[in-house]
Nanobody
Framework: QVQLVESGGGLVQAGGSLRLSCAAS?????LGWFRQSPGKEREFVAA????????KYADSVKGRFTISRNNADNTVDLQMTSLKPEDTAVYYC???????????????WGQGTQVTVSS
C-alpha cells in the first residue's frame, strides 16, 4: 500500500492562493486530491495520470486549481488560486488503483490537511 503525506494547508483570505503537496512512498500510479467539508461527503477535486500528461478536475475548481506531479521525487502538488470560502475543507491526497486520471478514489489516503478560506 502507498503511504501518502500531505503538507501546505493553512488559512488564507478569499482570492488568495495556496499550494498543497503530497509525498508518496511506494509505487503510485494515478494520484489525486479530494476534499471534505463538515457535514458533507468527501468529493473529488483533481487527478493526474501516471506520467503527468493527463488531468481531470471537478467543475467547481476548473481554471483555478492545477494538479501536477514529479515522478523523480514521487510528489503531487495542487496549486490553488482565486480561493473561495466554499473551498474550505480538509484536503486528502489519494493514490489511484490504475494508471489513468480518475474521479474514483483508490485505496490509499493521506491523513489530510486543513484549508480554510476566510471571506
Amino acid at each position: 500500500q502507498v503511504q501518502l503525506v500531505e503538507s501546505g494547508g493553512g488559512l488564507v483570505q478569499a482570492g488568495g492562493s495556496l499550494r498543497l503537496s503530497c509525498a508518496a512512498s511506494g509505487l503510485a500510479f494515478s494520484l489525486g486530491w479530494f476534499r471534505q467539508s463538515p457535514g458533507k461527503e468527501r468529493e473529488f477535486v483533481a487527478a493526474v495520470n501516471w506520467n503527468g500528461r493527463s488531468t481531470k478536475y471537478a467543475d467547481s475548481v476548473k481554471g483555478r486549481f492545477t494538479i501536477s506531479r514529479n515522478n523523480a521525487d514521487n510528489t503531487v502538488d495542487l496549486q490553488m488560486t482565486s480561493l473561495k470560502p466554499e473551498d474550505t475543507a480538509v484536503y486528502y491526497c489519494n493514490a489511484g488503483d490504475g494508471v489513468v486520471a480518475t474521479t474514483t478514489p483508490g485505496r490509499s489516503w493521506g491523513q489530510g490537511t486543513q484549508v480554510t478560506v476566510s471571506s
